[in-house]
């Protein structure tokens, strides 16, 4: 049966193949899997401290999820991208395929089930730090089929985030690895969260232990990576091991502390751009975009080999992406776009080769 599109209409470029599954055409060059959320946003007083409690002065609904932030993201670049998703048939479900009808992101992958909407409740506090809080089983219930499948390994390159179901994240892994060298698109996993958050609900440590091993760019948080392998400075040396030069690299984010980045063994740390902080929901979410697009992007549609260098000058614009985004409320109306970034490096005297 034909998809239903984020406007609500059905996805018509399809074929269907002798076993009744349907074929789906030109698949956008990037493709992200994970949610398309609705964020309920509050602005308190405070972080509350365990039996302790906030004010809240504002209350506002945005769109979210790591999934459709990433790719919103990257759409606001320039960039042609899809999403895989599953939202629910509710007015959770209702808002989050209407934010995303407006933009230039591909949403014919999005399912729409009977679950609740994923959502998430984000008390951010008056230093642009916050508390996130996520209900919903919609995603969790995401499921590929084969024509769908066949779609995501056929763009250039294909994010997932931790918070994908364990299912999803081993098909694809599976998949791609089954496909001849030269016909696989690069991967990109992002490690989203501590084990404890995502056991039962995101991958599981086996399935990142395979992304570890064979993602061309593994990113993982502050707070992620050290629950995943027992601290920072372990995070490092274990991903210095495995990051040899037939692997790509991987980079540590820490927030305002910067980025350390690992490639062919060795670490680099760059510093993250200074700026006045209002919100810092989806900082990381921004910063995936920017580096997807500039060192996977840019540098595949370059005739240079990739250089050490290059990937630093990457992180550095995926940093600026990630900066901009902090100084608006909420992920996506705060996301940058290409010649917003210019700007920005431009008044600091960044040049980027």
């Not at 009744?20 to 698949?27: A, F, K, S, W």
């Not at 995502?198 to 707070?223: I, K, M, N, Q, S």
């Not at 037939?246 to 305002?256: E, K, M």
């Not at 997807?292 to 600026?320: C, H, K």
Request: glycine share 10%.
């Amino acid at each position: 049966m034909p998809s239903e599109n984020v406007d609500g209409s059905e996805n018509v470029d399809g074929s269907e193949n002798a076993d009744g599954t349907e074929t789906l055409t030109d698949p956008p060059r990037v493709t992200t899997i994970g949610a398309a959320a609705v964020d309920e946003w509050y602005a308190v007083s405070n972080l509350p401290e365990p039996d302790g409690g906030a004010y809240a002065s504002e209350v506002e609904t945005a769109p979210g999820g790591v999934g459709a932030n990433v790719a919103v993201g990257l759409d606001r670049l320039g960039r042609d991208v899809g999403l895989v998703s599953r939202v629910g048939d509710d007015e959770y479900g209702r808002l989050a395929r209407s934010w995303l009808a407006e933009t230039g992101v591909d949403g014919s992958r999005i399912e729409v089930g009977d679950d609740p909407t994923t959502r998430s409740v984000i008390l951010s506090a008056p230093d642009g730090e916050r508390a996130i809080v996520t209900a919903g089983e919609s995603v969790r219930e995401l499921r590929l089929d084969s024509a769908t499948l066949e779609s995501v390994v056929g763009s250039e390159v294909v994010f997932l985030t931790a918070y994908a179901p364990d299912r999803v994240a081993r098909s694809v892994l599976d998949r791609v690895l089954d496909a001849p060298e030269a016909d696989r698109p690069a991967l990109v996993f992002d490690l989203s969260g501590p084990v404890t958050e995502l056991a039962g609900r995101g991958t599981e440590p086996e399935t990142v232990h395979g992304y570890l091993h064979h993602a061309d760019l593994f990113v993982a948080g502050g707070v992620a990576a050290p629950a995943y392998f027992g601290g920072r400075e372990a995070a490092v040396d274990r991903l210095a091991a495995v990051r040899t030069p037939s692997v790509g690299p991987a980079v540590l984010t820490h927030g305002a502390d910067g980025m350390t980045v690992i490639a062919d063994g060795e670490t680099t740390r760059v510093d993250a751009f200074e700026v006045d902080v209002v919100d810092t929901t989806g900082a990381g979410d921004a910063f995936l975009a920017g580096l997807i697009d500039r060192w996977l992007l840019t540098e595949r549609d370059s005739a240079e080999e990739r250089s050490d260098e290059a990937l630093v000058d990457a992180v550095r614009f995926a940093a600026a992406v990630a900066a901009i985004n902090c100084t608006e409320r909420f992920t996506q109306t705060g996301l940058p776009t290409r010649e917003e970034v210019r700007a920005f490096l431009a008044e600091r005297g960044v040049d980027l080769r």
